[in-house]
């Protein structure tokens, strides 16, 4: 989408495109089934914000509009989640809102953000080497007079060189220090003090006493100009913003290169049977498109001609190419990478297993953990207290040396900037998402990798999870007039509308056997959690036979007895009773003992609850290790037992196949929802496992320890810079492009140790 984004601040029309219902879904999704009437969330980037004041200040901007219902915006990732209402508000009034305080919004996503992100790189490099060439030059002519001794140059030459200085220092002030004057200006307006306000203050205060002094050097300031000073600290900010904002979009990066994955237009098969190039967005499920070497498939769908393999690594965490022969699916925003072949879309937009992931990491990208709000909380009022200590350090030192309590306060102003404090914990948890979704692993909440780093004890659900995603059905015994393949047709007919484990396998068994439909008709169908399925089926046409009610399960909830057999086991009942039961086999993940084994060794202890039958359970429990096993649990079974552990002061990881475990991954401390067919948009989990490796959960577990021990140390590290050099600073002692120099490390040391969480834990201690 091109969005048409206003020329000055509260230009409507020149957002008349997003109004238009049609385009909402290129940034955001509808929360109601009324819509697009009913509220939508939509997804935006922010250009021009440098801190967490400047969030606060959107946020304040955005809420004061009518049907705007909740806003959530990162300082971090620089994005925004806008929870709107379609009958009251069109997207223009809250675009014109920020737009107003000096913020311009832009669809994420969009091809103008990302142009728009490259051309103020560009920009920001520009001004970077119009402070660095500046700084040299003043720096030489600054040299004599820090060497020279009294005589050595007479006052012409003493006073042509600040003139030099002053005309070079000019374009720092008004093309470099740009950025800082235009943000501390946009927080006067509205009436609040940024983390720009204190710089900007610094550096005209230094500029404009250096100015009076070269202009007047008989003056009450004359004695000494700061022009070196000045181009130095700007020097100095510039390079640490620099390279924060690039360490800081390679670790969020991830988010980005997911978002760029789908092509924006493909080839369709038309009536004709000829090929025509189109754009994705009007792909319908149903059609045919046909995918070359090298490009990207534009939506979930099943390869109907040729054979391939697929890139899906940023999708599943699977590095190496995936076979995707005739007949396998494929995954929109995985990349073909072979051989042309013809898919016929089975999802598109939303209903993607694409569109899911992305929303997910923009939620993740945008959520504020709990040690962030903390220090957002401290950051605005304390630029208060850096307003006030500089006030105080002017008026000490002002009987004593004008010139010098101007530059304490200067330097107060510089080096008590709270950017640091700010970026410690977004940087690292951001920087862990990133990582850990590299790695197959979606993280919905930022707040659980706090959560995550404290846990003692880990709940594995078994089928699905410690097995694999579907198992094999093995043997099928049947009531006397039946045939197994009739059985298995009516279990398939019945299992076809659900995504439990079980009823795959057997509409896998009759896929592939018979590579038809069932037969049998199924209306009405229920599925009840952690028991079965119940359905009415019928043969032929409507009505010309009474359709019979059927259940398909648990031995106790189709009323039929167990087979003595230790092996995962599903039945088939009717009106009459036992129709069939199917004996699956379960084989194990090939990493589960080493999994179990790695939980181990971090201190963890580990727990089997599942609601097969006991004997299978625990015959499970002890190929893998795992000394604690319960089976034949219902949910509430499964509540009852976590509740217990926590009882006891334990923190519990939930690692559950996200189907019928929603209740106990809600109320475990942390949760992961395992397994690739998971519904993603109504999963309860903190995390979503894309991949097939159960290693995920040690690494995870051991990226989390690592996180907050990285965010304890950005947070002591912006406390300790503060307590030393502020009172440095009221001293005098503390000169300005020293601060300028102090509070660019500061942040940068921050960014820098969060960016070693981008390189992924080995999974150990």
């Not at 002890?622 to 009852?640: F, H, M, N, T, W």
């Not at 965010?711 to 600073?729: D, E, K, S, T």
Request: net charge neutral.
């Amino acid at each position: 989408m091109q969005a048409i984004l206003p020329s000055s601040p509260v230009d409507l029309p020149a957002h008349a495109l997003l109004d238009d219902p049609a385009e909402w879904p290129a940034f955001g999704h509808a929360l109601d089934a009324a819509a697009p009437a009913g509220r939508w969330q939509s997804q935006v980037a922010i250009e021009g914000m440098h801190c967490a004041a400047c969030a606060f200040t959107v946020e304040v901007a955005l809420m004061q509009v009518p049907g705007v219902l909740e806003v959530q915006v990162s300082a971090a990732s620089r994005r925004a989640r806008v929870v709107w209402s379609a009958v009251r508000v069109k997207p223009s009034r809250w675009f014109a809102a920020a737009a107003a305080v000096g913020y311009r919004l832009v669809p994420a996503g969009d091809i103008a953000a990302r142009a728009q992100r490259a051309q103020v790189t560009r920009m920001a490099l520009w001004r970077w080497l119009v402070a660095g060439f500046c700084m040299m030059q003043v720096m030489m002519y600054a040299y004599p007079a820090y060497i020279a001794q009294p005589g050595d140059m007479t006052a012409d030459a003493a006073q042509l060189l600040r003139w030099a200085s002053w005309v070079l220092s000019l374009p720092v002030l008004l093309f470099s220090c740009g950025p800082f004057f235009s943000s501390a200006w946009r927080d006067l307006r509205a009436r609040r003090i940024g983390m720009d306000l204190p710089v900007a203050l610094g550096m005209a205060i230094t500029f404009v006493v250096s100015s009076a002094a070269t202009f007047d050097p008989a003056g009450p300031f004359g004695h000494e100009v700061y022009f070196d000073a000045f181009t130095m600290f700007v020097f100095f900010l510039l390079t640490g913003r620099w390279f924060e904002a690039r360490l800081r979009d390679r670790t969020a990066g991830a988010l980005e290169a997911l978002m760029n994955r789908l092509p924006d237009s493909i080839e369709r098969r038309d009536v004709d049977g000829s090929f025509s190039r189109v754009a994705v967005r009007r792909l319908a499920a149903g059609d045919v498109v046909r995918v070359l070497p090298g490009e990207a498939f534009p939506a979930d769908g099943t390869v109907i001609e040729g054979d391939t393999s697929a890139d899906e690594a940023l999708l599943t965490g699977e590095s190496r190419p995936v076979p995707r022969p005739c007949g396998a699916q494929v995954l929109a925003g995985s990349h073909n990478l072979d051989a042309a072949v013809q898919v016929r879309i089975d999802a598109v937009g939303p209903g993607t297993r694409y569109a899911q992931i992305v929303a997910l990491m923009e939620s993740a990208s945008i959520d504020k953990p709990r040690l962030a709000q903390l220090a957002d909380r401290v950051a605005r009022p304390f630029l208060g207290v850096v307003l006030a200590a500089a006030a105080l350090a002017f008026v000490v030192w002002w009987p004593t040396d004008h010139g010098k309590a101007l530059m304490a306060a200067v330097a107060v102003l510089i080096v008590t900037c709270p950017c640091a404090f700010s970026l410690a914990t977004p940087a690292g948890m951001l920087a862990s998402a990133g990582t850990l979704a590299r790695g197959g692993m979606l993280v919905r909440n930022l707040q659980a990798l706090e959560a995550l780093a404290s846990v003692d004890t880990v709940v594995f659900d078994k089928t699905g999870t410690l097995t694999r995603d579907t198992p094999r059905l093995e043997r099928v015994y049947c009531r006397r007039g039946i045939r197994p393949g009739d059985a298995v047709e009516l279990a398939a007919a019945l299992g076809a509308q659900s995504l439990h484990p079980a009823a795959r396998a057997l509409v896998g068994a009759w896929n592939a056997q018979y590579r038809m439909p069932p037969a049998w008709m199924v209306s009405d169908l229920t599925e009840h959690a952690g028991q079965g399925l119940e359905g009415a089926a019928w043969q032929g046409a409507v009505g010309a036979r009474l359709p019979r009610r059927m259940r398909l399960g648990a031995a106790a909830f189709c009323g039929v007895a167990p087979l003595q057999v230790e092996a995962a086991q599903v039945h088939l009942s009717d009106e009459g009773g036992w129709v069939a039961s199917f004996v699956l086999a379960e084989d194990l993940r090939d990493d589960a003992v080493a999994a179990v084994r790695a939980l181990g060794a971090q201190g963890l202890a580990v727990r089997l609850l599942s609601g097969d039958r006991g004997a299978a359970v625990h015959d499970v429990a002890g190929r893998v290790g795992i000394p604690q096993a319960q089976g034949d649990c219902l949910p509430e079974d499964k509540l009852d037992a976590l509740r217990q552990l926590q009882a006891q002061g334990r923190r519990v990881a939930m690692v559950g196949d996200g189907l019928n475990d929603g209740p106990v991954l809600a109320q475990a401390d942390v949760s992961f929802a395992f397994g690739r067919a998971v519904p993603l948009t109504r999963a309860r989990a903190d995390f979503i496992v894309l991949s097939e490796s159960l290693a995920s959960i040690p690494q995870a577990i051991a990226q989390a320890r690592r996180t907050l021990r990285v965010v304890r140390q950005n947070l002591w590290w912006a406390a300790g810079y503060n307590a030393l050099c502020v009172p440095l600073a009221l001293a005098g002692l503390l000169p300005a492009w020293l601060a300028g120099l102090g509070m660019a490390v500061s942040s940068l040391v921050v960014v820098l140790n969060a960016a070693r969480l981008a390189v992924p834990s080995g999974g150990g201690r």
